[in-house]
């Protein structure tokens, strides 16, 4: 009986899977004949949205698909292009259909290259995908300026980046760590090179455990454009914001040359104030009233050359240098009044503080792509050597009682990072994969600090930090695609190792510890305008070396900021539930959210003997965080769309402080088109929130671009309005123990320019090719 059952069940298997008929076919362009990479073709039941099955097509614009012999319909989709779509397809056996030429949608491409096109989301099993576009808003900007345009994204007054209202986000550059992610490094990256950006809540095993509120993967379009191409940029402005782009690229079928040259001068003009009330047993006893006022010049300059190296069909390498130069001078004026409890002016001191910073750094890339027979296997190899050296000088001088006390410091910090990585894409079946990777990173970071006190050096500020870190990761996923199901499980490991030592033999710090992070991702698509996803990973943020570096600097002598060389990660298990639907001028896109994490970062205040304020990372205990985000994009008519974001979420802390609260954040983005012109308009809200010690005001402000293109759209002129409302403004509360603080801080107020672009031998949908 067993034997018969056995036997069965081996000739039903028999029979699916020679049951089974492939389909295959090629998508081009009509007006260029070129092949079109992630066109999505899908597979229907007659005169109906349910899917059969479906894909996307590869570099060669091809597709393969199996299905059961029948009849069905067909339709291929892709941006900025018509949809295709034929009806009852008699597929009886294996066919490869003929070629299919998509038309321009010119109305549709306007659009994208025009505005922002922050309403094209496409859902992949780990990720969402934002086709950025042209943004008006960010024009002559840069990646910041456009990651504040992206939905689930905040930028602070800062440049801090946060993901769903949490600042642990990792941020890639195609899909590899870079050094213009360190120290607001994003503003070196044009904004009008960036293609899209893959926002990923909860990464796959194939992305770096790093980043427990998820990852932000900036993809950088290559120029596919054959022979000689360029494009020239200048930007002016008020305050200082003028700047030159040049990008040049030659491209034959052996080889592919491409450069890019930015020079950007920018002027930055802030202020700030801070009340503090100090207490004794709840007594106030005196007061601080402090007023800041600063001028902050930043000058940058960006080459990157490189090429492409095609050996053969199945072979690509590439080689590319970078260098990064960018000089930061900073002036600021602190004004200190000292009051006694009933608010009378003791004394006064005012500090004049002159900073100095210029960054240099250099990287090279050696990466090589292997592809085989079978198209949807792949093999890729990364080697990445960066060395860098920042040197920062600060000199303030002390007024106080007709006396003028000279304090000097300088920190010299460089650094050698290693990377390695290596992938491998297996097909399994034809709806089926399986993936395995490793990759390791090398760093030694020194910080050589010093101080000096009227020219005589301070023995306990003269000391030299140095740090190591080594990360190693291994990985293996494999994915399914069964009809209307998708599927994504895998599991990867990290093997870390850091370390701080330093000349003074003050602390001698050596952490080593392996951990396993698995990942599932889930996609039901109920027909071709909606799905639902779930996902869940498990997730590590490191300390960063200015979380570790003790040394902290001495301009504002009333508050201090230090590292912490002890800090530990924190880890987070974050689960999401999303969900997606559309129709003809709507798009609703929902999602729940939680995430518990451990070994909390926070900052904690504290106050040392002589009453100033020593602000230091801390691991501080537990958050459980559950939210709410919802997407709207709507369109009520061909020349306007409108999108609109909202994000809730609750959350409590239990550690060293115990805190519960929620806070909410929301954006509108408008576009128009007229004859001629095109107007883009965003307003923001961030809601109040508490956190630790902190309590942040809400905040909101709104920014306006208009934008003309001439001659035959090689030419386009944008003009761009931010913070419109001088209202960026970041207002907080400090409370502790026997203190209180009310602190202002505008890093920016409001600016205005003007970019004129012209293009050589290119059009508007292609863009420069940058570093990766």
């Known amino acids: 009986m067993k034997k018969s059952l056995a036997l069965l069940i081996l000739l039903f298997n028999t029979y699916l899977i020679f049951s089974q008929i492939t389909v295959k076919g090629k998508i081009t362009s009509q007006d260029t004949n070129q092949p079109l990479e992630y066109a999505t073709v899908i597979i229907l039941k007659p005169n109906s949205e349910n899917i059969v099955t479906g894909g996307s097509t590869n570099q ?10 029948g009849v069905y319909d067909l339709k ?40 922002a096109e922050k309403s094209t989301i496409e859902y992949r099993l780990d990720k969402r995908i934002f086709n950025v576009g042209k943004d008006l808003l960010s024009k002559g900007g840069s990646a910041t300026d456009i990651l504040n345009n992206v939905p689930s994204v905040n930028v602070d007054i800062e440049g801090g980046i946060s993901l769903r209202g949490n600042e642990s986000v990792r941020i890639l550059i195609n899909g590899k760590p870079s ?90 003009i802030g202020e700030g104030d801070i009340f503090r009330t100090n207490y004794n047993n709840g007594i106030i006893t005196s007061f601080l009233d402090e007023d800041i006022d600063f001028i902050r010049k930043m000058k940058i300059f960006n080459l990157y050359i ?210 396993l992070f698995p990942t599932l991702h889930l996609t039901y698509a109920f027909n071709t305008k909606t799905n639902l996803q779930i996902s869940y990973s498990r997730r590590i943020r490191r300390p960063s070396f200015r979380d570790l570096n003790p040394f902290g600097g001495i301009a504002d002598s009333q508050n201090i900021r230090i590292g ?71 369109s009520p008519y061909k020349w306007w769309k409108i999108s609109n974001e909202y994000n809730f979420y609750t959350f409590n802390q239990k550690g060293i402080y115990t805190i519960e609260d929620n806070t909410w954040s929301a954006k509108l983005n408008s576009r128009i088109k007229t004859s001629g012109f095109n107007l883009q308009n965003s307003f923001n809200y961030r809601g109040q929130k508490n956190s630790g010690q902190t309590l942040t005001k809400a905040i909101v402000w ?18 761009n309005l931010q913070n419109i409302f001088d209202s960026r403004i970041r207002k907080q509360l400090i409370t502790g123990e026997d203190y209180e603080i009310e602190r202002n801080q505008k890093f920016s107020g409001r600016r205005i320019s003007v970019t004129l672009t012209y293009r050589f031998n290119r059009s508007k949908k292609d863009r420069d090719r940058l570093p990766d």
């Open 306 to 515: 490189g090429s492409d190296f095609y050996f053969n069909e199945k072979n690509t390498t590439t080689f590319s240098y970078s260098y990064f130069h960018r000089k930061n001078d900073i002036k600021v004026d602190y004004n200190f009044n000292f009051l006694d409890e009933n608010k009378n002016l003791e004394s006064t001191t005012n500090n004049y503080e002159t900073y100095f910073e210029p960054q240099i750094a250099n990287r090279i890339e050696l990466n090589h792509v292997k592809s085989f027979k079978n198209k949807k296997q792949k093999l890729t190899f990364d080697l990445q050597y960066v060395f860098w050296n920042d040197d920062e000088n600060e000199y303030v001088e002390e007024h106080e009682n007709n006396t003028i006390n000279i304090i000097e410091s300088r920190d010299i910090e460089s650094s050698k990072d290693f990377l390695f990585q290596t992938d491998l894409k297996l097909p399994v079946t034809e709806k089926s994969h399986f993936e395995i990777g490793l990759k390791g990173e090398i760093r030694d970071i020194d910080s050589d600090y010093k101080v000096w006190n009227n020219n005589i050096i301070i023995d306990s500020l003269n000391n030299l930090l140095a740090y190591k870190e080594r990360i190693y990761g291994a990985y293996a996923q494999y994915g399914n695609s069964a009809n209307k199901l998708q599927y994504l499980i895998g599991l990867r490991a990290e093997k870390s190792n850091t370390g701080s030592t330093d000349r003074n033999n003050l602390f001698t710090i050596n952490k080593n510890y392996t951990n």
């Open 60 to 69: 060669e614009g091809t597709y393969e698909l199996s299905i059961k012999p």
């Open 179 to 268: 050094v213009l992610t360190n120290n607001n490094g994003l503003e070196q990256i044009p904004a009008e090179t960036i293609e899209k950006i893959e926002v990923i809540t909860n990464p796959s095993a194939k992305y770096d455990a790093e980043g427990t509120a998820g990852i932000l993967n900036i993809i950088l379009k290559k120029n596919k454009t054959g022979g000689f191409s360029s494009s020239l940029q200048l930007t002016t402005g008020h305050p200082n914001n003028h700047g030159i782009n040049y990008n040049a690229n030659y491209k034959t079928e052996k080889f592919n040359l491409f450069s890019n040259f930015r020079y950007r001068d920018l002027k930055f």
């Open 702 to 719: 709104a920014d306006l671009g208009i934008s003309k293109d001439f001659f035959n759209d090689k030419t386009s002129a944008t003009i």
């Open 564 to 634: 912490n060389p002890d800090l530990d990660p924190m880890f987070t298990n974050a689960f999401d539930l999303g969900y997606l639907k559309k129709w003809k001028k709507i798009t609703l896109n929902p999602s729940v959210y939680y995430q518990r994490t451990t070994q909390l970062f926070e900052t904690q205040i504290t106050t040392n003997n002589d009453g100033t304020l020593i602000s230091q990372p801390i691991n501080s205990g537990i958050e459980n965080r559950l939210g709410a985000e919802i997407a709207i994009q709507f």
């Open 76 to 115: 291929v989709e892709f941006i900025g292009f018509t949809t295709y779509t034929k009806k009852n397809i008699n597929l009886n056996k294996s066919t490869a259909l003929p070629t299919i030429s998509l038309k321009e949608n010119s109305e549709q491409l306007d659009d994208i290259e025009i505005i």
